[in-house]
């Protein structure tokens, strides 16, 4: 009989219970899980979870709802992982597998800031096809507004947002504007953030909750980096409720695996066009008789949304 076996600790049947609970951490053979009785405990993977044939990297990921046995305050196995709503993952080059960075995401925060690095929207055009492709919700956050005077171009791009559907607000960790509103959009939820270093996404984080900032560091910013190229991600609970998960690389993860005429199928604009474009594989940037360009033409297709587009298709090929 080996430690990890299970009837070991069978002496106490009355306080082994079976629970659910969220997956904070990873490690090799071990994860640390939210109970949903605010319990957090490091569990060890039942064995048989562990299945070479599988298309991911690890059978349990950060995100993931899990069903444990709990034989003890700090004894707990996990025993399965209940169905994933989605997941936000990258391809691991080396053995073809999907790494999973984050399971049952529910929205990523985008965050650009209006000044200081300068505006660039199209970084958010670009992670929420990362969103539209992960099935999860893309909200926008302008952040800094108390360092513009005119407000003007920036309303008219959130308009443009909104009109597609997506969330979009504006904030001030100077002058506390959007921050109630950010607070409810982040309650109950698990949030990826996402957005270029400087914007203020620490910031907005310490001003829902002292300190939260440092604790959603991501691992490998805290142990040092180039030490992990695969970056560990962890989730980090709110006292409000849910959890938020700051997660480096979604921008370039977002777009990985699909090919150019794949992209635009993710931007909400687009995709009602392209099935009318003449040739199957339009990337609607040189063919000719493209139904994209026209309605680009034609105004039904804002020319920013659109330039962001061939931006991300450049990109591509230049990569390959
Ligand atoms: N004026 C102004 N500065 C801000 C605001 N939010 C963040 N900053 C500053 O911008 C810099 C970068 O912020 P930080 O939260 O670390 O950005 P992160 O890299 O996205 O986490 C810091 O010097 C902050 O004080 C804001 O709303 N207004
Ligand atoms: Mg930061
Ligand atoms: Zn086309």
Known sequence: ???NEPHSRARAPDRVRSVTGTVTRVQSRHAR???DNGQQTRCALRKTLFREEDQFTKPVAVGDRVRATVFGPRDAVVEEVLPRRGYLARLQAETGKEQILVANVDQVLI???LAEPSFRPRIADRILVAAERGGFDGIIALTKTDLIDDRGPFDEMACLWRGLGYHTLFTSTVTGEGMDELREILVGSTTVLA???GVGKSSLLNTIEPGLA???????????KGRHTTTASELISLEVGGFVVD???IRSWGIVGLEPSDIAIFFRDLAPFVDACKYNECTHDHEPECAVKDAVGGGQIDERRYESYLRIIMGMEEED
């Open 1 to 3: 009989m080996t430690r």
């Open 33 to 35: 899980v939210a109970f």
């Open 111 to 113: 965050t650009v800031a």
């Open 195 to 197: 957005g270029q270093s």
């Open 214 to 224: 440092l604790r959603a560091q991501t691992v490998s910013d805290k142990w040092g």
């Open 247 to 249: 997660t480096p690389g």
